[in-house]
Nanobody, 122 residues
Framework: QVQLVESGGGLVQAGGSLRLSCAASGSTFSISNMAWYRQAPGKQRDLVARLSSGGSTNYADSVKGRFTISRDNAKNIVFLQMNSLKPEDTAVYYC????????????????WGQGTQVTVSS
């Protein structure tokens, strides 16, 4: 199982940017699908962006054109660059490894980080 540690969250004004990082341990990182999820207070945890081991990406409609997911396999890190942030982006952001695509959607893997808080003020 991959161990994940997120960093880079914080408080930012609307329109600002943040870059989240997720450092992974384990030899299977380069062959794992990676994803970022977020959970706002009182809401379910939602998929924000995912990146396959082959490099293909997919984004939630709410972040398309503003967020970019990328990975550095040499350093076992996955990033989430967040631009043009909005107050509705406020949430705890979680990194996930090992997700799978099924006929009815994308399902997260068993490995989760501890989460990093992102707060966007208006």
């Amino acid at each position: 199982q991959v161990q994940l540690v997120e960093s880079g969250g914080g408080l930012v004004q609307a329109g600002g940017s943040l870059r989240l990082s997720c450092a992974a341990s384990g030899s299977t990182f380069s062959i794992s699908n990676m994803a970022w999820y977020r959970q706002a207070p009182g809401k379910q945890r939602d998929l924000v962006a995912r990146l396959s081991s082959g490099g293909s990406t997919n984004y939630a409609d709410s972040v398309k054109g503003r967020f970019t997911i990328s990975r550095d396999n040499a350093k076992n890190i996955v990033f989430l660059q967040m631009n043009s942030l909005k107050p509705e982006d406020t949430a705890v952001y979680y990194c996930n490894a090992g997700g799978r695509i099924y006929y009815d959607g994308y399902y997260p893997g068993d490995s989760w980080g501890q989460g990093t808080q992102v707060t966007v003020s208006s």
